[in-house]
């Protein structure tokens, strides 16, 4: 038998190819005879479309095709769909207004497609696209969601005459009133959680390709969840049978939330590829990106937190206005509602919570989940809250949250979730000791004598992962299951090919799959391989988002690794002639119990498929079975994060002098990529809290449309990093497991924030706190 | 307008007829088929694209192929040994899981073979002033950090 996988730092199975340049993403396919997609998109945040001419263009070298939004309404190309319906406070259904795969008239905000231009090769399809006119009336443009209400701002859908797409609520409000009036402390923060553009560094790549001989499609793209995109692009958009349409996403290059949806240049290539009887290719520039990825978060946000004397909390309250952007991206409505207002418990007994969400429409880019999705929001108000409420009584930061954490479970909040498992105070004692919280007063004088001022924050952070089960979400307004599919192919000679419908953009899959699968048959992990990402293999999928994978994914996978072995100890129970009830299995050993009689799984799988000695009155041959797994409740991850910046009085310069963070991911399969999921996490919190920052002028031009605009951390940015995890398995999964790829995202902010305002003895500042940002609240200060 | 370029990549020489406007980058990823060299933006920032000419690391989205006449390009596809086997950077980075989607990966691992030449034993700080050039989405550079420390020491200063 070999040594235990589970828990091991097993190096990658997927690096080689990724380290010697073989990697295989969507960009890097080349099919026969592809032609090149350039889009015509708009410059304009909001105007009607008077005219389109095309005849310059049509004559432009190379052109094949140009096809505009009046030829999508012509061949009844539907609309992009909602996958989550909410319903509002007057239990009307939210507002959808249609959402184009090119405009039907008029456009949105900028960057909204207008027409797709189809030639030989990409420069040609580009040049031509330069020479399509079209004639706009400009119209008056809204961006900021705080003024998307207001009286006379512009209309973008003529359903939703005041740009609201449902009005949400969730608590007892009279209650939450009641404990309000009650009082003896109420701390009260008005805050945005900034708007950010999630930038994987693969840009997004479709390919669509059309086969008159099958009457069938293929399309690679770079997507979260290929199945979910076959799904809602044949049934809902394009009116094709599913089994005509086989949606491939090979090797990923991060999604972040930004790949899941269903975008409208992956219609249009595949459409248009039937039009012209020849693939069509298109990837988006990094420019294109910034205008046409869903971006994320945009909340505008009042939050208060009642405390009594003793800084018990009572109740919280708060309404948050949500930029949805122009129009419904595929799961924009769930994030600040259903995986937002559900967090606001955090770790905490808060007894009552009203939270009500104001969802509208503006003249920017949709936006949807980006990485925590919700959940950074929820924690960004539960933590500086409660930072906030600890400074203004005097009580210890880690002491008013250790008077106010959940100990006992399961927990049920007042915001909808129950909570199986936790155990905060273990984190919170980690992280305190890991991050020698002890010695900060020390560190804080040192900064101090060198002219520095030092600031500590911390975030105690929940999340909701999984998200689950496929009813109740339903009956909350999913219009998809949740549940994840895999496969065990189990080959003659004893080697194992897993298909999972999770998808790995950088997770490891590959990896931490087959330590799973490994360690459960006694096989080397090099006998496991792990296929992913191909509708066409794999028997169904809903996806790789909310750190969904291993837990429903990887379930899926342990619940077909158990019919393998029952049908193992069957056939075990055939070649030993003894009795099933007899058959002991553990790790690739089928032992009858009590002797040293034993069949290896080996063994087993050869006599599954040669079967001359075979219990055939009872069991088919062949060792092949797969499983779906539709999970009972979401999983909590939790944790605490320690931050502490250094602040210099001259520039406004924030330095992250350490970030400490114990998470409790439950079982973690392989540490190392644990590890890593939790860095990537962090950075890109600490890309919110200090350099991310999304920009629209009143105009509704983006201002931050490019790298040299929009500040991504870089490696001089952020400090390495100090982590660990506690393990409370999850209670209702076998394999005991959270999930950890977002956490780092949902807590950073609020720490790095705690501490920055810490450092600058400030209320509150906004995120990102740019050095000028920074600097100036220091001149402020001064004066 | 269209020009012939001719160089050595990967110590192979390569010649095409190529747009006089065509950069680098594509000549390699669209000519050649060596699509290990990858287009993250549109700007210079990322450093996805970058790869050696004649010795350092470039950006090849920041060049035209023109440019490039006669140089010997050392791209991703070409650093391991003829067997197969890594060399100690990419094995560094293996090891220290300096990579997740490994999009970033090509060019962070060029960049980190240019950079390693001139600082055999780099401190902390150095390899993370050495990767102002190189974005990653993925790992937070924490492990990318550990991975060009690691690979450097085992390099010696020698590619």
Redesign the interface.
Same mark, same amino acid.
């Given at each position: 038998m070999n040594a235990p996988l589970i828990g091991a730092r097993i190096a990658r199975k997927e690096d080689y190819r990724f380290l010697t340049g073989a990697g295989q993403y969507t960009d890097d396919v080349s099919l026969p005879n592809q032609a090149y997609a350039a889009f015509v998109r708009s410059p304009h945040a909001h105007a009607n479309i008077k005219s389109i001419k095309t005849d310059k263009a049509k004559a432009s070298p190379g052109v094949i095709g140009i096809f505009t939004g009046t030829d999508l309404a012509n061949a009844k190309v539907g609309g992009l769909p909602c996958g989550w319906l909410i319903t509002d406070v007057h239990g009307q259904p939210m507002k959808e207004p249609p959402h184009p795969c090119l405009a039907q008239g008029k456009v949105r905000h900028v960057g909204d497609q207008v027409a797709v231009v189809v030639a030989t090769t990409l420069n040609q399809a580009r040049d031509a696209a330069e020479k399509v006119e079209v004639d706009y009336e400009v119209l008056p443009a809204v961006a900021d969601p705080g003024k998307a209400r207001t009286k006379g701002a512009p209309v973008l859908h003529d359903s939703a005459p005041d740009n609201t797409c449902y009005v949400w609520a969730l608590g007892d409000k009279a209650k939450v009133d009641e404990a309000f009036a009650k009082a003896a402390h109420v701390t009260k923060l008005d805050f945005i959680n900034n708007r950010l553009i999630p930038n994987a560094i693969e840009p997004r790549a479709a390919i669509g390709s059309y086969s008159r001989a099958d009457d069938a499609y293929t399309l690679y793209v770079a997507s979260q969840n290929p199945h979910v995109e076959r799904l809602l692009m044949t049934a809902f958009v394009l009116g094709l049978p599913e089994h005509k349409v086989r949606v491939v996403a090979p090797d990923v290059g991060g999604g972040f939330g930004s790949k899941i949806y269903l975008y409208a240049e992956d219609v249009v290539v595949t459409w248009a590829s039937k039009q012209l009887n020849r693939p069509v290719k298109w990837t988006s520039d990094r420019s294109e990106a910034f205008l046409s990825d869903a971006h994320g978060r945009d909340h505008v946000t009042t939050a208060e937190l009642a405390l009594d004397k003793d800084g018990k909390f009572l109740g919280m309250r708060v309404r948050t206005t949500a930029n949805l952007g122009a129009y419904l991206s595929t799961f924009a409505s769930c994030i600040p509602t259903i995986l937002y207002a559900t967090l606001l418990a955090g770790q905490y007994t808060t007894p009552v919570i009203y939270c009500e969400v104001t969802a509208v429409f503006t003249n920017t880019t949709p936006v949807d989940a980006y990485r925590g999705a919700g959940r950074p929001e929820a924690t960004y108000v539960v933590e500086r809250l409660v930072e906030t409420a600890a400074r203004e009584l005097k009580i210890g930061p880690a002491e008013l949250r250790r008077r106010n954490f959940i100990r006992q479970f399961p927990y049920q909040t007042p915001v909808a979730l129950q909570y199986d498992t936790g155990n905060y105070e273990a984190t919170l004692d980690a992280a305190l000791t890991l991050g020698e919280v002890s010695g900060f007063a020390a560190r804080r004088e040192e900064s101090r004598k060198r002219g520095k001022l030092r600031g500590i924050g911390y975030a105690a952070y929940i999340e909701a992962c999984g998200i689950a089960p496929s009813a109740v979400a339903g009956s909350l307004g999913a219009r998809a299951g949740l549940f994840e599919a895999g496969e065990i192919r189990v080959h003659p000679t004893g080697s194992v090919t897993v298909f999972t419908g999770s998808h790995s953009h950088g997770q490891g899959h590959e990896t931490t799959f087959a330590q799973v699968v490994a360690d459960r048959l006694g096989l080397p992990i090099e006998n496991v391989d792990i296929v992913h990402g191909d509708t066409s293999k794999i028997l169904f999928g809903m996806g790789t988002y909310g750190s969904r994978s291993l837990a429903v994914g990887g379930t899926a996978i342990v619940k077909a690794l158990d019919k393998i072995i029952a049908k193992g100890k069957k056939i075990a129970a055939h070649l030993l002639e003894a009795s099933e009830a007899d058959i002991e299995y553990d790790r690739g050993e089928f032992k009858v119990a009590g002797t040293d009689r034993k069949k290896m799984f080996g063994e087993i799988a050869f006599a599954a498929y040669v079967p001359h000695n075979y219990p055939h009155d009872k069991l088919e041959p062949g060792l092949n079975e797969n499983a779906f797994y539709d999970p009972s409740n979401f999983t909590f991850p939790a944790g605490t994060y320690v931050c502490e910046v250094e602040v210099d009085r001259e520039t406004g310069q924030v330095t992250i002098d350490r970030f400490t963070a114990v998470d409790d991911f439950g079982k973690v399969i392989n540490p190392m990529i644990v590890e890593g999921q939790v860095h990537g996490g962090l950075t890109q919190g600490i890309g919110q809290a200090l350099t991310e920052g999304c920009r629209y002028d009143a105009t509704g031009q983006l201002v931050t449309g490019s790298l040299m605009d929009y500040c991504l951390p870089r490696a001089g940015d952020v400090p390495s990093y100090r982590v660990d995890t506690r393990e409370t398995p999850c209670t209702h999964n076998p394999l005991g497991v959270k999930g950890c790829g977002e956490a780092g995202a949902i807590g950073a902010p609020a720490a790095v924030m705690n501490a920055i305002t810490d450092a600058l003895g400030v209320k509150d500042l906004p995120m990102p706190a740019t050095a000028h940002a920074v600097w100036r609240t220091l001149q402020k200060q001064a004066a | 307008m269209s020009v012939k370029v001719s160089m050595k990549v990967n110590g192979k020489p390569v010649s095409a007829e190529v747009?006089a406007?065509t950069l680098l980058v594509a000549f390699i @990823?669209e000519n050649l @088929?060596? $699509?290990?060299? #990858? &287009?993250?933006?549109?700007?210079a920032?990322?450093g996805?694209c970058t790869v050696h000419m004649n010795g350092k690391a470039i950006k090849s989205c920041s060049i035209v192929a023109m440019q490039a006449e006669g140089a010997e390009i050392l791209? +991703? *596809?070409g &650093?391991?040994k003829a067997d197969?086997t890594?060399h100690p950077m990419?094995q560094a980075?293996?090891?220290n #899981?300096g990579?997740?989607?490994?999009?970033? $990966?090509?060019g962070m &691992?060029m960049n980190a073979l240019d950079f390693a030449q001139s600082n055999p034993n780099p401190s902390?700080k150095e &390899? @993370? *002033?050495s990767? *102002?050039g190189?974005?990653? @989405?993925?790992?937070?550079? #924490?492990? +990318?950090?550990k991975s060009i420390m690691a690979g450097a020491r085992a390099m010696g200063g020698k590619i």
């Open positions: - | 747009e406007r @990823r @088929r060596l $699509t290990g060299t #990858h &287009v993250g933006c549109d700007t920032q990322c996805a791209t +991703i *596809e &650093v391991a197969g890594l990419q980075f293996k090891d #899981h990579l997740q989607c490994g999009f970033c $990966t090509p &691992v902390e &390899v @993370r *002033e990767l *102002e190189n974005l990653c @989405r993925c790992t937070g550079y #924490h492990n +990318i950090v």
